[in-house]
């Protein structure tokens, strides 16, 4: 066993040292480089005082295929902040999320819920470094 945490604080020490004297700012070592998301979207789901919470779970379920839980958890968050990220991937990944969800708040009869297509936004590319300069 102590051999064993030796061998886990020496690598964990070797690494802090070699990130906090790494020499190159505009880059990352290999292996840490993020990966490619160029086509990495977000489906938006924003708050309306039209739906009640037991519409958006129902629609949510079917929509991201999510559990109760998951889906009680969603709607609380664009209850209390106003809006909630409750899918991404690609385009279509997306955009298979927003027409259910329009389908199903459509049949509710109270119009859809507050869903847009410009609400699935590409995200933009996460530069890692830009956060410790």
């Not at 295929?65 to 968050?77: D, G, I, L, P, R």
């Not at 609400?119 to 830009?130: F, G």
Request: glycine share 4%; with cysteine.
């Amino acid at each position: 066993m102590i051999a064993r945490c030796y061998n886990v604080f020496s690598v964990v020490l070797k690494y802090a040292v070699d990130m906090l004297t790494w020499d190159k700012e505009d880059e990352l070592p290999p292996g840490l480089e993020p990966p490619d998301r160029s086509d990495t979207y977000y489906c938006m789901l924003f708050n309306d005082e039209v739906h009640t919470y037991e519409q958006v779970i129902y629609t949510l379920q079917k929509a991201v295929n999510c559990t109760q839980k998951e889906a009680v958890s969603f709607a609380t968050t664009v209850d209390r902040d106003g809006r909630k990220s409750v899918r991404f991937g690609d385009f279509a990944f997306c955009e298979l999320a927003k027409s259910v969800i329009v389908v199903s708040s459509l049949v509710w009869g109270s119009g859809c819920i507050s869903l847009k297509s410009h609400d699935i936004k590409p995200l933009p590319p996460i530069n890692l470094l830009s956060h410790f300069q």
